[in-house]
């Protein structure tokens, strides 16, 4: 695998939301963390999506300078969220770790839960995102209206959010952005093949923009289809930053300070 040179860019960035809390990294944190640092990405979000990977998210949080957890119950997982999981999310985010609620949204694409406990999940999240005015971070997948609408009504820009691993395009991209929603690129931005994606990202202004790998899914190019890690994150980096035609420095830089504003991290 080509190995990052760091002293090619010599910014720290962000990795907003990564998955060391996922089996594939569980048993090597140490090795990820600082193979991370090599990249000088310093910084980053584990992202939860069920109870076991709240849990974990949180350990790794504590464990760790400059890592924050991120936690919640994603779509797929929602038909796991009764009462006893719902008590139990309440109960975490009260945790000092916990900087965000996600991830959370609708996915029309798996359907391994039904909509209807889709929807009472990400509105019970909502609810709780707001009492706590806490940024949340939005998985949309086939559901882009509907998780629009919703977003809309729940007055996201109160309290905060992005769109993770956007995948729209750019007129999608305007209508979160007019809600004051961040938007988010993972490595599909720099794929090939996806047009739409990059055309958003040139009508996303620079300080509403982050960058994420998404980990261990989603290597951006040129490690597609390898496992994906969050040192990788330089690569998303590089790829948007030569689309957008700026210095990569200067992307890490104000990706950085953006994921500082959204979750009050200075
Ligand atoms: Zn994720």
Redesign the pocket.
Known sequence: MPIYDPTKMPANSFDT?T?LNDDAFWNELDAYVARAHEFRVMEMNI?G?DAKGNERALEIAHKYDGVNAIIGFQPEDAKFFDDQAAAELREQLNDVAVVGLG?MGLDYHWDTSSREDQLKAFEQQLEWAKELNKPVTI?SRDAMDDVYSILKNAHVGDFGGVM??FTGNAEEAEKFLDLGMYISFSGIVTFKNSKDVQAAAQVVPLDRMLVET?APYLAPTPLRGKQNEPAFVKYVVDGLAAQLGIDDKELATQTRANAHKLWSLD
């Open positions: 939301h998955h992202v999506y991830e998985h993770h691993s998404d």
